[in-house]
């Protein structure tokens, strides 16, 4: 498995996400500039500019050209993904974290962190078909958890929100009104920052990577944790193979404990788990720094990681990867 | 605390139960006893609190001393007898004004023999008392000095003689089961954040097996006595000894405020405390005290006390501070002597008196260094140079008692000296580092003594190269190989001696040398022929298992940042650790002695990992010889039952295997079934649109078309 080294961002990566045909790949980093990719060679296609704060999150819709991106900048943008034209500016007065579209890609959700005295929020924004008609009302908004919301998105019929982040409860609210409807047992979950989030591609459960070092997989809709995977490093990125029961955990110790002798102290593999048994299968090796992102391309044979070091990785599966047997 | 003395929670419930009382309604915290009654319930710490420091009396004369035993005097010497005692007095403390009160007979006239005297401070009163006690004013006159505040103690004592009551004998909790396990497994301590567990090694399993755990356990440190039958845990108010057949119990407490050291006699006899008052005053002396316990008993056999300066003395290190241990204990394991070495003399103590050998120190002027031999009563010693170099360097053996010196060999123009003694107290290898002749650099040298063969022969080695720096040294335990790591460059070499070739007068030579290895400590196994190299610190954890029978290495590996590396008292598994010398990386690895990494663990603020120690084998060395011969024979049992537990362990696996499995594909199926009932509600959201992630992936073919689209056009004249 020969990867193909994607360079083009000059700040570390924060985000990757897949279109659905799996030909894409978006990419966001600390710099400004969201970063289309062909999905299969690694070719760089194009960039989208106009944000002027590093870019946490993104989302693409599911006909593939809509982009959202959420940025420090306090926006969030809504791109034309073929032509990298900015259609509409969602303005907040704090930094917006993660985004993402609901079924049908009317709906999304945005969280914005908490600052200058402003508390986190969960905000939903309806998305126009014509993007003459946008606004930039909320149909919802949800206050509440203390800290940074990592990551929130839609469960299964845009019926739910599940929110994570610094609290390190996950928590299930309602789309309609907002309201409070499961959180996760505070003794079998997550102990620090919840950093990363990753839904199963049919929403029936999702992946949660935590600063405490291990990693979780959570039923949807009962939210009853089913398995954990417990890592050596704090997880900073997590992904569900859609065709194989793999997950991959990628992250590595803070850059202020990485020491500067060696690459190897730092840990910056991304690990390869069985989903059921959780035992490790192997690791994929070559950032020079945390893992921040990870994803897998919707037809499960290719992966790309990005990191610290301000590199994609795109990895396309050997044969042998899929006759792994356990 | 002691769970074991405790009434157990089942038994609790049941009584309970007798006495109709609902357990649920009973708010523990708020049970009061009456004062002074325990109902029989040993409180968890009450006896902790006993062991304070017991409160000072408060009588108000705790500054006061009673000198006893003076001169009888008339009212005329009465004036020079009050200056003298004045005199004497005045050098300890200052006494108060009108605090030297010396009784007279009203009838005679005459003094009664005794004084009192007040000081400003108790402490001057304590300091006084200890060093006059005793005091020589002349031959009839000896000073019997005591605390004011005892004297009503003395009195109280009754006069008729009651002998002390005979506990009935309870059979002691069996000290040495663990030695008894059927798996014939070991025993490890390890301390990772509040935590202090023991665990069995269960290489066969693959993973630690939990004995007993206990968090909040320790306040300093945790360390095994020598021979394993007991664990010391280290605490702000003295040093607790725990031992037992299943769980841990205490055996004694051993009460020494502060305490920062400890040390077991190898016989495990008695336990060496230590303790180190930093004065706030920095004019004030730096204070050390030292204990010396039975073990068994728990009582104070002996206490030191003074300034530190008094423990630093001598040694080659000018270091602020001391090193530990203080007190070198010799005699093998009988723990017949210990010692300690002061300015110019070696003091050595007799355990039977607990005083001097010979009731004085050992001078020996500028002494530097010295060691006990591990089995045998003798003294190495270390002289350094004197006079500028007209006396030579030299280093002696000394037999005790007696002070015989056995040997001794001059050395010149040496910068310093280090012992190693073989572990069967066979060999002696002293490391002579010299000037060289412009004295700017040194080069390093061995002398070998054979301690056991007629009139200790000594060799002289000389590496190679004998300007190579010397990097390690290691006896094979019980063996007559050693081991060199030496070199200066970023890798060095390593050599491997032995002490017995070339027939009936055997001499050193050399068996190999390993060129260019990542090594900077050597660990042998405990039963020999096995060493692991190991690069520790600059060399990042690289390990290299090497059979020096055959003169080859089994397998090298690596452990990551490695910062300890212990053999278990069989010489079966090794452990390698990382502790909190490193943030990250913590925990710890178990190889095989073959250098087959077995299983690890990683835990968080990992301080401490040690083997617990065997005592020494039972089996005669012709014993040992014929095992060694039919080892297929006894091998034979043991081979079985590992094929059986890796059998077990396998069926196990598949078994936890299977039901993870079926587990997962109920819940897959209830999420399909989900899944497949909201399909029409997904196509609603998705305003009809047919193609969800279900099934439409193979419907679209891929073409590749070429399209060119203007996005732009600029005109630029150009000049």
Redesign the interface.
Known sequence: MRPILMKGHERPLTFLKYNREGDLLLSCAKDHTPTVWFADDGQRLGTYRGHNGAVWCCDVSHDSTRLVTGSADQSVKLWDVQTGTQLYSFNFNSPARSVDFSVGDKLVIITTDPFMGNPSTIQVKRIAEDPEDQTSDSVLTIKGPQGRINRAVWGPLNKTIISAGEDSIIRIWDSETGRLLKESDKESGHQKTISSLCMFTDKSHFLTGSADKSAKLWDTRSLTLLKTYQMDRPVNAVAISPLLDHVVIGGGQEAVNVTMTDRRAGKFEAKFYHKILQDEIGGVKGHFGPINALAFNPDGRSFSSGGEDGYVRLHHFDPDYFSIRM | MAAAAVLSMSEIENKAMNLGIDLSTIVFDNVVLPPGDDFGITSDDEDILHEEVAPEFETGYGNVIVVDNLPVVSPEKFAKLEGVIRKIYSQTGVIKEGGLWMPVNPDTNMTLGYCFIEFNTAQEAKEAKEKTDGYKLDKSHIFIVDMFDDIERYMNVPEEWTPAEIKPYEAGDHLQHWLTDEKARDQFVIRAGIVTEIFWNDARQLRPDPVYQYQYWIDNFVQWSPLGTYLATVHRQGAIVWGGKSTFNHIHRFPHNQVKHIDFSPGERFLVTYSSQEPSNPRDTHRVVLNIFDLRTGKLMRDFKGSVDDFTTGGSGGLSGISWPIFKWGGGNEDKYFARIGKNAIYVYETETFILVDKKSYKVDNVGDFSWSPTDSILALFVLELGGGNQPARVSLVQMPGKVELRQKNLFSVSDCKMYWQSNGEYLAVKVDRYTKTKKSTYTGFELFRIKERDIPIEVLELDNKNDKIIAFAWEPKGHRFAVIHGDGPRPDVSFYSMKTGGITARVSKLTTLKAKQANALYWSPAGRFIVLAGLKGF?GQLEFYNVDDLETMATGEH??CTDIEWDPTGRYVATAVTLV????N?FHIWSFNGKLLYRI?KDHFFQFQWRPHPQSLLSSEKEEEISRNLRKYSKKYEAEDQDVSLALSEQNRKK?RV??EE?ET??AR?KQ??EE?RE??LQ???G?P?D?EGS?EQ?EAKEVEAEEVLDVHEEIVD
Do not use: A, K
């Not at chain 2, 490193?582 to 990386?585: G, K």
């Open positions: 990042n990551f940042m490193h943030v990250m990386e925990g990683p295997r993870l499995q997962w819940w897959t999420w989900y899944h909201e509600l997904r959201l998705r305003d649109e193609s992630d992936q679209y």
